[in-house]
């Protein structure tokens, strides 16, 4: 098991997201957070990634709590959130040796990655002229590339085409077999079999 949380309780605005919630990711397992808006997925995957604290519950990754383990599970966990956290200013080719250098992956040439990607022609010129699509693109290459068992992202596919949404989903189940996990949300559904997938429905609570 790589992540297993118990009795998980969160609270914002003073409405009771969820509570008494457990669930557990397994090597090679998709777990997919389903729910309404405001149901509160993004405030889960935000504790399950060690970037918020639950009112009530306890997380462990691997057999250690999150508060011992906290680098160790960073250094296993790649996190993309709403945000598509590149740096506008810089290039797609700048903003990924951004990321190699700050989770100590070896430089490479990115460059078939990008081409890859779709990005062919856009790799040098600053992410704020590329559209939404495009820097998402680059958002979601560092799956590419970051050798992290545990991947947990929110609406990965937002603003992609479907031909970049295929690519993502092959890509997933790569991860999936090579003993990764992962949990997302999203509102579209998932076109592709994957061998180990699970579905947690959020309710919407008043
Ligand atoms: N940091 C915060 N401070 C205050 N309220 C918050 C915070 N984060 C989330 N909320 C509130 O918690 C509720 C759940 O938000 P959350 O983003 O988790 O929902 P969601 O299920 O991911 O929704 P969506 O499908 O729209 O992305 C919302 O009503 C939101 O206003």
Request: hydrophobic fraction near 45%; proline fraction near 3%; glycine fraction near 6%.
């Amino acid at each position: 098991m790589l992540l297993q949380a118990t009795q998980l309780s969160c609270i914002r605005q003073d409405r009771v997201l969820f509570e008494q919630l457990s669930l557990q990711l397994n090597a090679g397992e998709l777990l997919q957070i389903a729910g309404k808006n405001g149901a509160g997925k993004s405030s889960l995957l935000r504790l399950l990634a060690n970037l918020a604290t639950p009112e009530d519950g306890h997380i462990q990754y691997l057999k250690y709590s999150l508060t011992q383990a906290a680098d160790d599970y960073a250094a296993n966990l790649c996190y993309i959130g709403h945000h598509s956290g590149i740096h506008e200013h810089l290039t797609a080719i700048e903003n990924i040796s951004f990321w190699r250098a700050s989770t100590g992956v070896a430089a490479a040439d990115d460059y078939p990655l990008l081409a890859k990607l779709g990005l062919a022609g856009l790799e040098d010129i600053p992410c704020r002229m590329l559209s939404a699509g495009q820097q998402r693109r680059v958002s979601l290459a560092r799956l590419w590339f970051t050798p992290r068992k545990i991947w947990i992202l929110d609406e990965p596919f937002t603003a992609l085409d479907q031909a970049a949404i295929a690519l993502l989903q092959q890509h997933f189940l790569t991860h999936l077999q090579r003993g990764g996990g992962i949990i997302l949300t999203t509102h579209q559904p998932l076109t592709l079999q994957y061998p180990e997938m699970r579905k947690l429905e959020l309710a919407y609570r008043w």
